[in-house]
């Protein structure tokens, strides 16, 4: 079918920033609709996102180059987009602009097959079976995602993969309520910051990772079997990173909170031009943990490529806003595959009620979801959609969990 209109209108995000949602319509009245997240800080090297009235503006620009195109070209729409951004950053039209406009497309398309959104992108993708992803759980926020004194950015826990997701999500609710108790108990505050963990004043990153512990056990699990933990530092907005490693260097420290921990998941340990460091600290510990990049990529093909020269990580996270089209996410997972990159696809600190990555997670088979703690609709919308998509894909027969 083919499009026949493009709007963009202006809606809240889950911190009530206005932000871009776009909905695309086809003939036979079919509409696709995306928006778009925002980051608490933007990397260096993700896409430049304009101000709503410049973006709506630039929506409308796009429409007459797309209005009667197949909806489900999805690569010579996105080309189509890239060609007339013109810029690497797509500083001309905006990375949001392109973003929602793209995905938009691709719920159109998925709509008018009468496929679901995983599977759409499952066939554009080129990915063998779906995957229902283990999600990572942000149940303590620091960092930029909350008004606290915690350097690190996010303190997550990991149920073990390979467990249906009900029962994965369940482990995760249960260690929020002890969680819940522990800080309760302590005279912590519950609040809970912008990605839906709580945000309790502690007084070392090591504090944040002991009550995680105890909260697993609390829960009835055991830390390093049935659960382990992930850390995202976001070193690079951290001003002085000795400050929180000292008398450590960072690489030595890390491994000390691993081994001491059950950590499994580390990520943006370290600045993101800080190459060598990156590929000393992948040797050192990426044969024990997943040392994800995400300032360090962006979602980036060519920053990607580098890493993957100077062995620089190993997985990647996927945050499909940063760079601007379904089909340069698509190329980027692709690239990360094939040089055994493990791949986590990431929600963002500011969000919106759209449940896309998680159809994205599944469609592209990633190994990971991260979409916050287990409070707030915007971030437990994800995790229902992962249910929703593991009972359709039971009910095909062709299930496979991470």
């Given at each position: 079918m083919k499009i026949q209109m493009i709007t963009?209108?202006?809606?809240?995000?889950?911190?009530?920033?206005?932000?871009?949602?776009?909905?695309?319509l086809c003939e036979g009245g079919v509409i696709g609709r995306a928006a778009v997240p925002s980051g608490a800080v933007a990397g260096a090297h993700e896409g430049k996102k304009l101000g709503i009235e410049t973006a709506i503006g630039n929506v409308q620009a796009i429409m007459p180059s797309l209005v009667g195109q197949d909806v489900t070209g999805q690569q010579a729409i996105d080309q189509k987009m890239i060609e007339l951004d013109g810029t690497p950053e797509k500083s001309t039209l905006g990375a949001n602009v392109l973003y929602a406009i793209s995905m938009a497309v691709a719920d159109a398309?998925?709509?008018?097959?009468?496929?679901?959104?995983?599977?759409?992108?499952?066939?554009?993708?080129?990915?063998?079976?779906?995957?229902i992803p283990t999600p990572l759980f942000n149940l303590i926020n620091g960092g930029s995602h909350a008004n606290n004194n915690l350097p690190f950015q996010e303190f997550c826990i990991v149920p073990k993969p390979g467990l249906p997701i009900a029962e994965q999500i369940g482990i995760g609710r249960a260690v929020m309520e002890s969680l819940k108790e522990l800080l309760h108990a302590r005279g912590l505050g519950t609040a809970v910051g912008d990605e839906g963990g709580y945000a309790p004043w502690l007084h070392r990153n090591e504090e944040a990772l002991d009550l995680l512990l105890e909260a697993i056990k609390q829960a009835g699990h055991q830390p390093g079997v049935d659960v382990t933990l992930a850390i995202d530092v976001a070193a690079s907005n951290i001003p002085d990173l000795h400050a929180s490693t000292y008398p450590l260097e960072p690489a030595t420290y890390y491994q000390q909170l691993i081994q001491k921990y059950s950590i499994s998941i580390l990520e943006d340990p370290l600045d993101q031009e800080?190459?060598?460091?990156?590929?000393?600290?992948?040797?050192?510990?990426?044969?024990s943990v997943a040392v994800i990049g995400d300032d360090l990529f962006n979602t980036n093909a060519t920053r990607l490529q580098r890493g993957i020269a100077e062995k620089a990580a190993n997985a990647i996270l996927i945050k499909p806003d940063d760079v601007g089209t379904l089909t340069e996410v698509?190329?980027?997972v692709q690239l990360a595959k094939q040089s055994n990159y493990g791949i986590v696809v990431s929600h963002r600190a500011g969000e919106t009620e759209s449940t896309m990555i998680a159809d994205l997670?599944?469609?592209?088979?990633?190994?990971?979801?991260?979409?916050?703690?287990?409070?707030r609709s915007e971030r437990t919308a994800k995790y229902n959609q992962l249910l929703r998509l593991d009972a359709l894909l039971t009910e095909t027969g062709i299930k496979n969990w991470s």
């Open positions: 963009g209108r202006s809606i809240l995000d889950s911190r009530a920033n206005w932000t871009l949602e776009v909905e695309v398309a998925a709509k008018v097959q009468n496929i679901a959104l995983y599977h759409w992108i499952q066939q554009l993708s080129g990915t063998e079976k779906p995957t800080d190459w060598a460091g990156w590929t000393a600290l992948t040797a050192q510990l990426g044969g698509l190329q980027t997670a599944v469609g592209i088979g990633a190994s990971y979801m991260k979409a916050g703690g287990l409070s």
